[in-house]
Each structure stands twice: as C-alpha cells, then as structure tokens.
C-alpha cells in the first residue's frame, strides 16, 4: 500500500511535512526560539533576577566588555588548551587502540569491551569518582605514580600546575574509547586486497600505514575529533565535578565561566552576549574543519 | 472495583489533607527540625514536607526557585545572605504585621540574629524571616591529644606556653603546625582541615573568619559602598596572606577544595588536630566522639579583634505559595518559647532569649558557652540582594591566591573590590 493511499487526499508533500512538523516546532520551540532571544538579550543590560526591572538596549556594550576583559581570556586560553592536549591523547591514543584491537587475537572481543566501558559512565560520576583517585592521601592514581617512580605526595586537583593535567588525564581516559571505536570502524572498512597488491610490491609495513592505512582512516579519525572537540568546547560537569574550575580559575573552561555568568550571577544580558561568542567560535571553526574534512576525504 | 474505589478514596481524603512544604539544607540540624516538627503536626494537624538539598546546590536550586516564583515551597529556611534579594525582589513575605496580630516580639530574640536573619534594610524593624537557627563558624580540636602530657609538655618547651585552646590566631598556627606531619598512635596526623572550597561560599567563610579576626570592614562606615583602604586594609591582607600560610603548613594533602563534609571528615577519620566548621554540626561531632577522640570546641579566636564569620538562617515565607496561612501558623508555633527549647534540646540552635540567657544554657553542651560567645562577636558578608555576584569573585580571587598560589593578597583583594564597583554600579547603588 502505497503512502498516498494511507493519507488520501494529502500530496506527498503535505504528508512528508506531516512526518517531519512535530520535529522542526519542537526545534524551532527549544533551539532556534532560545537562540534567537538570547541574540535579542545579548543587546541588553537584563538581569533574570532583578524582577520588575525591564531591560533596556545597551547596543554592543556587552559584546566590547566580554572581548575586552582579561579574565575571559583566561578561561579562553584553558579551554583552548585543554581541547588541545585532549583531542591530540584522544586521536593518537584511539589510533593505537584501534590498531591493535583489528588484529586478531585470543580476547580480542573482551578487550574491547573493557576499554569502551569509561565512555558508558556518566561525566559527572567521573569526576567524582577521580577526586577519589587523585587523593594524594589514599588515591589509586598517586599510588600507581609512585610505585613506577616516587614523586612523595603531590596533589593533582590542588596544584595549579597539575589540575589542567589532571582534567585532560580524566577526558582521555573516558573518550579515547570513542575515538578507538570511530577508527575502527574506518581499520575495517580498508579492503585487503590493498594490502595484498603492496605485499606484491614489497612495501614495507610502515610504508603500508603510512600509504593505505592512514589515508583510508584519517576521514574516520578527523570525524572523531570534531565530535570530541564540539563536546569538549562545552565541557562542564566532568570539570565541575572533579575541580570546580579551580585552583583559583586554573581549570575554569569558558562554558563554566558563563554557567557562573548567567545563572549564579544573573548577568543575563552580558552573559547571552558571551554565549553568542562562544557560538560563533564554534560554528565558524566547525564550518573550516568540516570544510578541511571534505577536502581530505575527496583527495 | 473495590480497589479502585479505595484508590479515589485514599486520592481524595489525601489531596484535601492540610499540608506544607519546607525548604532547607540537607545536614544534621535539618533532621533535627524534622522530629521536632512532628509535634506541630500533632497539634494543628498540618503535615510538613520537607525538601532539603545538598549544601553545594543549595544555594543554585532555592534561588532559582525565587527568581522562578516556585511554588514548591511556602517556608524556605534560607541563608542569611539571602534576605537583601528576598525583601528587594519580594520572595519573602513581610512578616511585620503578623508579629504583630500573634504577639511575637523580636525583643525575645537574640539582637545578633534579629539583625543578620530577619531585617532588610539592615538594622531597620522590617521584619522577613523569624531568626530559626543561630550559628557560627567555630574549631573543634581533638583534647584527647592537648590532654596527653608528653605532647603538652613537649609543647610548652618548644613555644613557652600551654597547649589548649588558641587565644590568638598566632598561637593557633603554633598549635597547627606543632601536629602537623606527627605521629600519633601509629599514624601521621596534620594540623586544621580549613575552608578551601571553590565552588560556592566555603574559602570565602573561611577566609572571612581571620580577616573579621583582623579587623577587617568591608566599606567606610561613613560612606557606604566605599571599600577602598577597608576591605584592602593592610590588616586583611595581612590575615589573607595568614590564611594561606594556614593552608600551606597545617592542611592534610588534598584539602585544596574542602568545606564542611570534608572538614568533618577529615576529623572524624583521625587526619587533623583541629577543623574550622559551623556550630550546627557540633552536636554530630560530640556525640559520634568514639575510639578515645574527646573533642572540645572553641569560638574563634581572636586577633585584633574578636569576631567570627556568621552563619545561620532565618525562617521566611514564601510569598509565591498558596499556603502562606498555613506557612505563618508554624512561625507562629515555632516562635514559641517552649518550642525553641526543644529545639535546643534536639540539637538545634535556637536563637531566642528564653533559652540562651537560662542559667543552665552554658552548660548544657560543651559547645554552648562557645556559640553564646560566638553569636556576640559575628560578623557577615554582604546581605546585599546581588551577594552571589559578589561572592563568586571572592571565591575565585581568594582561591587563586590561597589555594592555587597566584599573585598577592592585595592583589586579591583589589581585583575583588574592582568586581564588586562594578556588581554595585550595575544595581545602582554606586
């Protein structure tokens, strides 16, 4: 039974935008209604907490006094770095992973089992459970630091040098797994007969990574990393958890300098300008990467 | 059909059932208040839910209640920081005039906790909050350790006086530092589980107790909002840089975010010979005291001055409930002086005068002639209706400078006095 005849007396169109209405209002109620008066918002001096007061348009005064203040800059330069050395971990770590993981040996199913259960938990319940483990007192983690090379106590969250390490250890330790599985899937989709034609060739096993592996898994493994790196530019519970932002602003990412912004400090308007920022960033760098990604893959 | 029956039946009678919902923190006084409140339901009939939430999000969830108009709750036991953004933003109901129809006199009840707990203007007679639950931060320290004589008399050598209870901050670095990486019974103890917490008010409570010790003011008391050479002063950079001196020679490894669980139970386990925390959890500490540990407990010591950070909360109602007749017939019940002797006697702190000048009030916890004490001295942070916008930029200044070693105290403090110009100038007020 063809569609048309279910819905009689509907086009094809109207039926298809029948499937899909429920699904774009509920887009247009919860992301496009929010960001287009957080836009509105980001040209006001309006406080959410200050009832009774209307807000009045302040122009670009928000968007001068976000770009102008040394702090957020700050807390631009430690999300910057923590979504460096953790995307770098992650793809090298994951690569790895995922090359030893599509030989086959005894356990091979098991193992992999094992290593993709820290992306199953719940951030926030990582961060908890690291605060433990990072315990210079009783912590696994200082223990097993020890044992190899005796470092006496030393305190992960409570050392400004440390805590940055300390949360990119804990995001590569739960997401490598993710990035592993993505390069897997791209290992398993490289025909053998590649391999079999440079054997006939005499290419070398570093030559054959470099020449058929590595081009055939870098779209899967750049895919990964701009899912990870979308995720960790909005990281927050994980690092809440596990620092509260601190030493100090040692580990206070820009998403948690704007919860802060917006909701402890009801600075609406500032606070939507911000966002906006952040948004932008984000977007504009997501178009180059994505951009970058195609041309890579076309080649 | 029965069943169905008995279901509606059980629906209705409960839906009809008088009932209120009340809003706290979730720790030990809070259970406290729950047995006691079961005598209100037995006399009025009135069943009270209680809803208490985790110190780090209490603050973030109640808030944001208020600022919602929620109606979850029609009592709220809310911070004293609180009651500047309940009057101004009308969360709180004015409680004026039914003081004045039942006869309740803030006359009974202790001026310190009149003052920080129910009024807005401060020190003004408008009234949003009954003073429910006194408190302080005070030290507890393990006496069983100051009792022993070798290490009282291994004290004295080395310092010249006594080992007890601190008259000055000085002597209470001494005491710190002289358990600090001590063995005792076999195991390495530190000196003070302090305040270091980053994430909602527990360095600045912490910080704030050395520097009111100081004689720290936030702003010219001729000039208000004038903070410049007051909250700067070079005794509060001096107890700020005293504060972090604290921190880096008696604190336990990792105490570099703890507040009043970690404090606790750093002391609980053995780890400290003091812990800075809040008198609500004192009756917890000396009735868990086992294994030998005797505890005793002390105001905050002075410095310059005697003073100490000021805790507790009044008991508001919340003017978006439906309920507030039922809401205000609590007060009226728990303003009663028989009531707030239960109260005490069930571990919380009552704040009225009938129970704190009884003759047998210091004695009746090792803890009492401390709070008595404590409430006279206490001083507290802004009350002002944008205090979380000026908390958090103390919070992050002072860890930054204690915690994670940045800069100097004045430099702290400038940084925290440029924020809070700029938090007063967007509310008008400068």
């Known amino acids: 039974m063809s569609v048309k005849k279910k819905f009689k007396g509907l086009s094809d169109k109207a039926v298809g935008w029948l499937f899909i209405g429920p699904t774009v209002l509920l887009l247009l109620a919860i992301n496009i209604y929010p960001l287009v008066y957080a836009i509105k918002m980001s040209f006001t001096n309006f406080y959410a907490n200050k009832i009774g007061r209307e807000p009045q348009f302040v122009g670009l005064k928000n968007y001068i006094k976000v770009l102008n203040k040394e702090a957020i800059w700050e807390k631009m330069q430690v999300t910057a770095s923590f979504m460096f050395w953790t995307l770098l971990l992650q793809a090298i770590i994951g690569l790895g992973l995922a090359l030893l993981l599509n030989r086959k040996f005894k356990g091979n199913e098991l193992l992999t089992t094992l290593i993709v259960l820290p992306m199953m938990l719940s951030p926030a319940v990582v961060g908890v459970f690291w605060t433990y483990l990072y315990n210079p007192q009783v912590g696994l983690f200082n223990y097993v630091v020890n044992f190899f090379y005796d470092l006496g106590s030393f305190d992960m969250i409570g050392s400004s040098t440390l805590a940055p390490w300390a949360i990119v250890i804990v995001d590569t330790w739960m997401w490598t797994p993710f990035t592993m599985l993505i390069c897997l899937a791209g290992l398993r989709s490289v025909p053998n007969y590649l391999y079999e034609a440079a054997e006939v060739d005499r290419a070398s096993k570093w030559q054959q990574f470099i020449y058929i592996t590595l081009p055939s898994v870098l779209p899967f493994l750049l895919l990964a990393l701009l899912f990870r790196g979308i995720e960790n530019f909005k990281m927050f519970d994980m690092v809440v958890e596990l620092t509260s932002g601190g030493p100090g602003s040692a580990t206070e990412l820009a998403s948690i300098n704007l919860k802060r912004e917006a909701f402890e400090k009801w600075k609406t308007g500032y606070s939507s300008a911000f966002a906006v920022i952040l948004f932008v960033t984000i977007f504009g760098f997501g178009n180059v990467y994505v951009k970058v990604m195609n041309k890579i893959k076309e080649r | ?430």
């Open chain 2, 1 to 430: 059909m029965i069943l169905l029956f008995v279901s509606l039946f059980s629906f209705s009678v409960n839906s009809n059932a008088k009932s209120i919902t009340l809003g706290w923190a979730a720790w030990d006084p809070a259970n406290a208040l729950q047995e006691l409140t079961k005598e209100f339901t037995a006399e009025t009939g009135i069943e009270v839910n209680f809803e208490f939430v985790p110190w780090p999000n209490f603050a973030d969830r109640m808030l944001n209640e208020l600022n919602n108009k929620g109606k979850t709750f029609d009592l709220l036991i809310g911070d004293s920081q609180w009651i500047g953004a309940g009057a101004v933003y009308g969360h709180y109901v004015k409680l004026n005039d039914f003081f004045d129809k039942e006869g309740i006199s803030m006359s009974d009840f202790s001026p310190a906790t009149v003052y920080a707990y129910s009024t807005w203007p401060k020190g003004s007679e408008n009234y949003y909050a009954l003073p429910a639950m006194g408190d302080a931060l005070a030290w507890a320290y393990r006496k069983d350790w100051f009792d022993r004589p070798e290490l009282k008399s291994e004290f004295k050598k080395k310092h010249g006086y006594d080992l007890g209870v601190p008259a000055n901050w000085n002597q209470l670095y001494d005491m710190c530092t002289f358990f600090q990486g001590r063995e005792i019974d076999g195991q390495k103890r530190y000196g003070a589980a302090i305040n270091t917490e980053r994430g909602s008010e527990g360095i600045t409570m912490g910080v704030t107790a050395a520097m009111y010790a100081w004689g720290m003011e936030y702003e010219n008391p001729n000039k208000p909002y004038d903070m410049e050479g007051y909250f700067n002063s070079p005794q509060a950079v001096e107890a700020v840089e005293f504060y972090r001196k604290l921190y880096e020679d008696c604190a336990p490894p990792g105490h570099s975010d703890a507040y009043m669980v970690a404090n606790l139970d750093a002391y609980k386990s053995g780890q400290v010979a003091f812990q800075m925390n809040w008198y609500a959890f004192w009756p917890g500490v000396s009735k868990e005291d086992s294994d030998g540990r005797v505890s005793g407990f002390f105001a905050n010591p002075k410095q310059n001055v005697a003073a100490a950070t000021l805790g507790g909360q009044g008991i508001s109602v919340v003017k978006y409930s439906d309920k507030q007749d039922l809401a205000l017939e609590y007060i009226k019940w728990f303003a009663r002086p028989d009531v707030q002797q239960k109260w005490w006697d069930l571990g919380g702190y009552s704040c009225h005068n009938d129970v704190l000048n009884s003759p047998s009030f210091p004695t009746s916890t090792v803890y009492a002639q401390g709070f008595l004490d404590s409430m006279g001295i206490v001083k507290d942070f802004w009350q002002e209706p944008t205090f979380v916008e000026l908390m958090l930029p103390m919070q992050e200044a002072i860890h930054d400078y204690v915690v994670n070693g940045k800069g100097t105290a004045k430099e702290a403090l400038d940084k925290i006095i440029e924020e809070w110009v700029e938090v007063f100038e967007a509310d008008g007020k400068l």
